[in-house]
């Protein structure tokens, strides 16, 4: 089983429409920050289901996520370049920290 995914950690306080239209631009973005020409994970990721994870965080979890390696903010500026969410790229095993994050629901 292919279980090879990406996270978008939202960040709680964000208005749904302006969180929906963020994660859309996260997945645009995503072929910005890890072109799959260069990198043999982000090919077999898009050539296979494009799993993504999108959960709901707090401050401090959005903050805490920072620490881990390989991922990009998304700003909105309609919020005045606000840190919005970020996205992490994908990849088979996940620290444990991301396990126990509120799904976006």
């Known amino acids: 089983m292919n279980n ?34 260069d990198d043999p994970i982000i090919q ?11 959960c709901k965080v707090t401050e401090k979890e959005f903050e805490r996520a920072k620490k881990y390696d390989d991922w990009f ?10 840190e919005v969410l970020l996205v992490f790229k994908p990849r088979r095993d996940w620290p444990k920290f991301f396990k126990f994050l509120q799904l976006y629901k």
């Open 4 to 37: 090879l995914k990406a996270y978008i950690l939202v960040k709680e306080n964000i208005p749904l429409g302006k969180a929906i239209n963020s994660v859309c631009h996260a997945g645009a973005l995503i072929t910005k920050y890890y072109p799959e020409k």
């Open 73 to 82: 903010v998304v700003t909105e500026s309609s919020l005045d370049n606000a």
């Open 44 to 54: 077999e990721w898009w050539d296979n289901l494009f799993r993504k994870v999108t």
